[in-house]
């Protein structure tokens, strides 16, 4: 079969009466892309999620050395000596598992502990735990819309926010992104149709990079009467003076009805949260079926997010160190000319735009040791195809000088600079 020219959305509208006969082709188009080293994903690390890790390289089978720059550990956290210490004595005292999921048996004293630390650390009154960032949104927003709601969404939010608004069985609709004079049309036409309505941004776009505009969001929305959610999945650790994310950043902490995220970007574990008010996160505890049916997180693993959180609060040198980061490469590639979009993060997208370029560019900074991840439609929309960088405080100077040296030379070699 002829695969050259197929994107993976291809794979996805293939009609057959055998529901596995996509399954074939999919594979042919990965193995061919895996013959032309143009296979990126799935990458074996042989190492921690440092800023510099060790893979198998799947093109020569040996192990080697890349610098890290697709990591979402933006501080460091996942080796960190307190957040390791942590989990070892978890895991001495409590086990392997939590045994149940937390609405029967499977509910321990250090799971309400970090429910309380988020809660505190995001201004709101209580919060609850699920075991994945995906099941977080998922559960939370088809747990509290229902069909005489509407869930309005910018229209970049992450698929786990868009998969529990489908989950939910209520409408949805969607504004231009970051732009708060669509959001306003669109609440307009909304208020005349549904009854309750829930607004839905990410605080930090995952992969633009760039901040939810919510002084300018917020009024629009108590106009109307909307409740408002923000998913800081890439925000929190990061952004305000002591890392508590996009509302600290704003100076509205206690102004956001719902306050989610993950556990597993800066706070190095695996998880997420919903932080609102009791009542809330009381209903969510028995109508949220992605918490109510999934087994509790590990014992060890929150014991770690628990010193996590203590080390943001306490370290700010990790934050500055990263903001350092982030300022210089943000900065250097600008000025060579690279389109970075509205980036103003940690995550850096190098608007690439042409498919088989992407593909040729990727292959060479691949070969040249950087770990950097390349993203095509349909996860961004067509014609902006990127590399899709993330920076951790971890980072040397000399590791972002290289990496400057390699993306300069690409970038002048396929005409993006």
């Known amino acids: 079969m002829e695969t050259r020219g197929k994107n993976l959305a291809h794979f996805m509208e293939l009609p057959d009466r055998d529901i596995f006969a996509k399954t074939r082709p999919f ?3 990965m193995e061919q892309l895996t013959a032309e080293h143009h296979h990126h994903w799935h990458r074996v690390l042989t190492s921690p999620s440092e800023a510099r890790v060790r893979i198998i390289d799947r093109y020569t089978g040996q192990e080697r050395e890349m610098i890290n720059l697709a990591s979402n550990n933006y501080l460091g956290l996942t080796t960190h000596p307190k957040v390791v210490e942590a989990g070892i004595k978890a895991y001495e005292k409590y086990g392997a598992g939590a045994g149940s999921v937390p609405l029967l048996g499977g509910t321990m004293l250090l799971h309400r502990e970090l429910e309380q630390r988020l809660a505190a650390m995001k201004g709101c009154e209580d919060a609850i735990i699920f075991t994945s960032g995906y099941s977080t949104n998922v559960g939370c927003i088809s747990g509290l819309v229902r069909k005489c709601d509407v869930a309005i969404n910018d229209r970049l939010n992450h698929a786990s926010i868009i998969d529990g608004c489908r989950l939910s069985g209520a409408s949805f609709r969607t504004f231009r992104h970051n732009d708060p004079a669509s959001l306003a049309e669109v609440l307009a036409e909304c208020d005349r149709e549904f009854q309750g309505k829930l607004v839905i941004v990410d605080g930090v776009y995952s992969m633009d990079g760039d901040i939810a505009r919510l002084p300018e969001f917020l009024p629009i929305i108590r106009k109307y009467g909307a409740r408002l959610m923000i998913d800081e999945a890439h925000a929190t650790g990061v952004l305000g003076a002591h ?39 009381h209903y969510l505890r028995f109508y949220a079926r992605s918490y109510m049916f999934s087994t509790a997180l590990p014992p060890a693993v929150t014991a ?47 608007i690439v735009g042409d498919q088989e370029r992407l593909k040729a560019l990727s292959r060479e900074v691949h ?10 439609y349909p996860a961004v929309p067509k014609k902006q195809d990127r590399l899709r960088i993330s920076l951790m405080a971890t980072l040397e100077q000399s590791d972002l000088d290289y990496a400057l040296e390699v993306l300069e030379k690409v970038g002048r070699k396929y005409g993006l600079i």
Do not use: C
């Open 243 to 281: 890392g508590r994310g996009t509302p600290e950043h704003y100076g509205l902490e206690g102004q956001i009805d719902i306050v989610a995220g993950t556990l597993s970007k800066a706070l190095g574990g695996v998880g997420g949260f919903v932080a609102s008010t009791r009542e809330v996160v």
């Open 27 to 29: 594979y042919e188009f």
């Open 304 to 350: 770690s997010l628990i010193a996590a959180v203590e080390v943001i609060q306490e370290d700010h040198a990790l934050r500055e160190r990263l903001w350092r980061n982030i300022r210089f490469f943000t900065d250097n590639l600008r000025q060579l000319g690279f389109n970075l979009g509205q980036a103003e993060t940690a995550i850096i997208p190098i």
């Open 367 to 376: 070969e040249a040791g950087l770990f950097i991840n390349p993203v095509y």
